[in-house]
């Protein structure tokens, strides 16, 4: 199955997103990654602490002030949502994350919108939902949620395959080649 813009309430709040190492080896400044709030908690919050860790106010302004949150939403979602049209719906992540690096108009991007834009569509990395051993829904590209939910964004590009959950019935199929 292939991108389907999925609302992002439909979406799983964090389960262990962690610090992201910056390139000069410092560690991100994330007030939702698992160790900040294990620093300032003192406990995992599980999926509904980081529920309610989003409606703290003191934690909303050091949210959208964290380094790992970078790129404009409202550049890189069209031009997602349009390099992916004329993919057929059998194209797979690794087709259309190398045509994305090669992609021209994405070259011309910002270099955080560029980053964004490339870690939408990565071969490995991409937006994805599956259920944990537990038989509770998980993210792969938790940072990336964090920063829309911060971002007030209200759908984003998940890639659905055979071993995920099924998209959710409102959900927009992006690949109409």
């Known amino acids: 199955m292939p ?3 999925t609302r992002v309430a439909e979406l799983p709040y964090h389960h262990t997103m962690g610090e992201r190492p910056l390139p000069d080896g410092t560690r991100s400044n994330c007030p939702l990654a698992l160790e900040a ?3 300032t908690r003192g406990q995992h919050p599980g ?3 980081y529920r ?3 409606t ?3 934690i909303s302004g050091r949210r959208q002030a964290c380094d790992v949150h970078a790129g404009n939403w409202t550049v890189v979602l069209p031009a997602v949502t349009a390099f992916l049209e004329p993919f057929p719906a059998s ?3 690794a087709t259309i994350a190398h045509a994305a690096r090669n992609h021209a108009p994405f070259a011309g991007l910002a270099a955080a919108d560029r980053r964004l834009t490339l870690a939408l569509l990565s071969y490995s990395d991409s937006l994805r939902v599956y259920t944990n051993g537990h038989g509770q829904r998980e ?4 940072h990336r949620i964090c920063w829309a939910r911060t971002a007030g964004v209200h759908a984003l590009p998940v890639w659905f395959d055979a071993t995920t959950v099924r998209p959710s019935r409102d959900a927009v199929l992006l690949q109409l080649g």
């Open 56 to 58: 703290d106010n003191a």
């Open 139 to 142: 993210t792969i590209g938790q």
């Open 47 to 49: 999926q509904d602490g």
């Open 37 to 39: 709030v294990l620093r």
């Open 91 to 93: 194209a797979d992540t």
């Open 3 to 5: 991108y389907y813009l």
């Open 52 to 54: 309610e860790l989003f």
